[in-house]
């Protein structure tokens, strides 16, 4: 398996810390608001990656944590008159709302920035003993220079950096020995969350926050740190130099990023009126629509969401959908039990989608190239899945589609819908017209149906519905 490594610059062989085990930390989002499809597509992304390690037998220790405390929360909670805490909760639990529609499965740990502030404290003592921090007027700074590898994973040069002016902070600038130091921990305004420090009262810098959060739930030393491309600098070069400096080893052995969602070719942002958030998407899409959307291109390359980009991700996880929603209605329906030799020999031809699915998702989860994969095996499904197959031949098709579809994170088993008496009667009342010749009533009553969203489908096993 090859993973993309943004240190290096290039695709690696994944070699595990441990045997059977992966070690993933995610970079969660900040909660001040509902969290918009730009957080989605990590959230989607990197879930995938962890379900397909799973797929292949590893045990995968994920924390992706919340940063529940921020400038951002806080004047949220200064303009509705409550707690920045009041604040974090509320969307927290509306985030895990989005997060279960987009079948995201839960982390091993969701650590909250607010719980750990005494592990941050210790990190920080342990950087100013090592002579990595230094405190002025209750202010505590990273001496970036000082860190010798500092730019690694960005590729960017310190001395650049300082030519060219950029700081990385934008306040006490005449208190920092250097212009590029940063922050790790601030005293506490008026009207601000705080805690206790050897520094006096105050909060920890964003930065150290997931430093001491991955080594707590992970260790000093992860497989995977993963996030969004916009973190690479300075929020994750600042993370090695924290903990790198702290721990004194490696910290992460890969570090992945996904690229930037576009709206309409255009950056998304609020200013242009094309920001929009996973609640406001579910209210036209079926959120499973978003995330087959989000897979449909690979994870490092930009993904334009359009309305007709949409469209066609419905078409698509349509026709998957409907070919296992057509396996069980088949395999419910046939009075053949085991396979026979000539379904065993065309069950044996559909590993090579299984084979096609694995070799692109180990070729740094090229997820698009494994959904053309289950494309093909669906194609394959609809071609040789029939009313004389047997029982035994159908559950096999539709377990081996189960399989790849949910390590995408795919739901395809739809439960069954309840019709209420009223619907069953006409559906009956239906059949009876037609086995009548009754065709006139037979159509008013379609027509009815229709109009309560219910389409029926006549077919030689039967009478099919579904919803409109």
């Known amino acids: 398996m090859k993973l993309y490594n943004t240190m290096s610059k290039r695709k690696e062989e994944f070699v595990p810390l441990e045997e059977g085990k992966v070690k993933m930390y995610v970079c969660g989002p900040t909660v001040y608001n509902f969290i918009h499809i730009g957080n989605a597509r990590p959230m989607i992304v990197f879930d995938t990656v962890r379900r397909y390690f799973e797929y292949k037998g590893y045990e995968v220790n994920f924390v992706s944590n919340f940063t529940d405390v ?11 008159g409550v707690t920045a805490e009041e604040i974090s909760k509320r969307y927290i639990a509306e985030c895990k709302k989005d997060m279960e529609g987009m079948n995201i499965k839960p982390a091993t740990k969701n650590p909250l920035a607010t719980e750990e502030i005494c592990g941050m404290v210790d990190m920080i003592q342990t950087l100013i003993e090592k002579g990595y921090a230094y405190e002025k007027n209750g202010t505590v700074y990273y001496r970036t220079r000082k860190f010798k590898e500092y730019g690694k994973l960005s590729h960017k040069n310190l001395d650049d950096l300082q030519s060219g002016g950029r ?10 020995e250097d212009s590029l130091d940063f922050v790790l921990w601030k005293p506490k305004k008026e009207g601000e969350p705080a805690w206790q420090s050897p520094w006096g009262e105050g909060r920890p810098g964003w930065h150290i926050e997931c430093s001491e959060m991955s080594k707590k739930y992970l260790g000093e030393q992860i497989d995977i740190h993963a996030g969004g491309e916009d973190l690479v600098f300075p929020h994750h070069e600042n993370e090695i130099a924290q903990s790198e400096a702290a721990n004194g080893k490696e910290f992460a052995k890969y570090w992945l990023h996904n ?41 490092r390359s930009p993904l334009n969401f359009s309305a007709d980009l949409m469209e066609a991700a419905k078409s698509g996880l349509d026709r998957i959908v409907t070919a296992a929603e057509n396996l069980r209605f088949l395999k419910e329906n046939t009075t053949r039990r085991e396979m026979s030799e000539i379904e065993k020999d065309a069950y044996a031809k559909t590993q090579e989608f299984v084979d096609g699915f694995e070799k692109a998702m180990d070729d740094d989860f090229n997820t698009a190239d494994a959904i053309a994969s289950v494309f093909e095996l669906v194609k394959y499904i609809n071609t040789t899945a029939n009313a004389s197959c047997s029982a035994e031949y159908l559950a096999c098709l539709l377990d081996r589609l189960a399989v790849l579809t949910d390590v995408l994170g795919i739901i395809t088993d739809k439960k069954k819908e309840v019709l209420d008496e009223e619907i069953e009667a006409l559906i009956a009342e239906r059949q009876a017209a037609r086995k009548e010749r009754n065709f006139a009533r037979a159509d008013e009553i379609r027509d009815m149906l229709l109009a309560k969203g219910i389409i029926l489908e006549d077919t030689r096993e039967g009478v099919k519905w579904k919803r409109a």
């Not at 700081?167 to 920092?176: A, Q, R």
């Not at 690229?259 to 899409?285: H, Q, W």
């Open 70 to 80: 921020d400038d951002k929360i806080i004047k949220k909670a200064i303009e509705e």
């Open 167 to 176: 700081s990385l902070l934008v306040t006490g600038e005449d208190e920092k």
């Open 259 to 299: 690229a930037f969602l576009n709206i309409d070719n255009r950056k998304m942002s609020k200013s242009l009126g094309n920001f929009f958030t996973v609640r406001e998407i579910s209210e036209k899409y079926d959120l499973q629509i978003l995330r087959f959307f989000m897979l449909s291109a690979h994870y």
